[in-house]
């Protein structure tokens, strides 16, 4: 039995008001709020032993560098990935999904083609574009079902013998929808394509392995998963890192530098150009084994339970119109009420102190294919009650008299 009022503890914001009353934060699946010991970890490293990493002999250098490099370990085996070197630190998902992009596009041209979802994040629309704006790539799109599922079938009539990668999301940001990675995985290696995958959502909410998932790529982002902003996660099997030339130029990512010519470092520097976010590393690092001591299945069981209370409070309510109804969905409750505007509901929700997102979320084409322009969505976490569940549907209930 997961303990959310001991998970709570843990948070010192979720503890203030809003407008007069206690805060009901829904806006995880955009950012999650920080535990003591994160704060703690990147306050300790910036008070006793902060210095850059790698290139120093003296006691604070090794000593930061050593807790930069326990992050690599602790995300290895979070997602249990072969080697610590197969982790790359960059400042987040999208920047690790364009480093992929542009590394590998050096290699793409005009017929080649990259498959995606309708349901992807702009994170993960966007760097593809840009290939097929300068480098004449075709990109293509799985269509998603009227419950928000991926069309499985249309997928693979989709493949053929000029894809060259399938990058979809784990776990929509928007639906809540669980794809079937592995199994979209293995039709892509069958096609002699390389896979991506964006677990930015996923990796919060579930276990992941990306040895059984067999992914050539996997992308995650610190701030959702508890951790800072400005760090994120590229893990790439060994040999898919060893082939893609670097993405940035500078410091750390290189062997030598001539007047000549440059040799590169062997991955995961060669993607690391510069000084990288050191502080923040030492802040997911603290993160992960906050949530690694947790029961992760009961966690998922209650997020569970936290969205059952949502759909059981709002049962009848035909006002509201739920945007994705996959089975075994994410803790995501995206929604439209009928004659209000997202915006206006979540602002009206702030004055309950109810805090949710609302607009496209980074994700239009999606929306164009459900026939809206914007949504409001509620995204729980694992120190979300169901209290907070509760307040949500009587504000939302308020709410619908501002527009009745």
Request: aromatic residues 6%; negative net charge; hydrophobic residues 45%.
């Amino acid at each position: 039995m997961f303990d959310v009022a001991k998970a709570r503890e843990d948070f010192p914001i979720l503890h203030r008001e809003v407008n007069g009353r206690p805060l009901v934060y829904l806006d995880s699946a955009a950012s999650a709020q920080k535990p003591r010991a994160v704060i703690a970890a990147m306050t300790h490293a910036m008070e006793n032993s902060y210095a850059n990493v790698h290139r120093g002999l003296h006691a604070l250098a090794n000593e930061t560098t050593e807790a930069y490099e326990k992050a690599r370990e602790n995300v290895r085996v979070l997602i249990n990935a072969a080697s610590a070197s197969e982790v790359v630190f960059t400042k987040g998902t999208t920047e690790a999904i364009n480093l992929v992009a542009s590394s590998l596009g050096q290699s793409l041209g005009a017929g080649d083609e990259v498959v995606l979802s309708v349901m992807e994040h702009h994170a993960n629309i966007v760097p593809w574009h840009m290939l097929r704006e300068r480098r004449g790539v075709e990109v293509k799109f799985i269509p998603v079902t009227d419950v928000g599922e991926l069309d499985l079938v249309a997928y693979r009539n989709l493949l053929g013998p000029r894809t060259r990668m399938v990058a979809v999301s784990h776990m929509s940001n928007v639906l809540g929808t669980v794809n079937p990675i592995a199994e979209i995985v293995r039709d892509a290696h069958a096609v002699g394509a390389l896979a991506l995958v964006d677990g930015a959502q996923a990796v919060v909410h579930g276990r992941v392995d990306v040895q059984a998932l067999d992914a050539d790529f996997y992308a995650f982002s610190g701030h959702k998963l508890y951790g800072p902003t400005g760090v994120g996660v590229l893990y790439g099997k060994a040999d898919r890192l060893a082939s893609l030339p670097p993405y940035q130029g500078g410091g750390e990512m290189i062997s030598r530098v001539t007047l000549d010519a440059v040799t590169y470092a062997d991955p995961p520097h060669r993607f690391e150009a510069g000084t990288p976010p050191i502080l923040e590393a030492i802040g997911l690092s603290a993160a992960i084994e906050w949530l690694s001591a947790l029961d992760r299945d009961a966690i998922a069981a209650h997020e569970r339970s936290l969205y059952d209370r949502i759909k059981a409070g709002l049962n009848g309510a035909n006002w509201i119109h739920e945007i994705g109804r996959a089975p075994g969905k994410g803790a995501i409750f995206s929604f439209t009420m009928e004659g209000a505007h997202a915006h206006d509901i979540a602002q009206i929700l702030d004055r309950y102190g109810v805090a949710v997102r609302a607009g496209t979320h980074c994700a239009e084409p999606l929306l164009d294919r459900f026939g809206v322009t914007s949504s409001a969505r509620a995204s729980f976490a694992l120190y979300n009650t169901l209290e907070e569940a509760d307040s949500l549907v009587e504000a939302l209930h308020k709410t619908r008299t501002f527009f009745s």
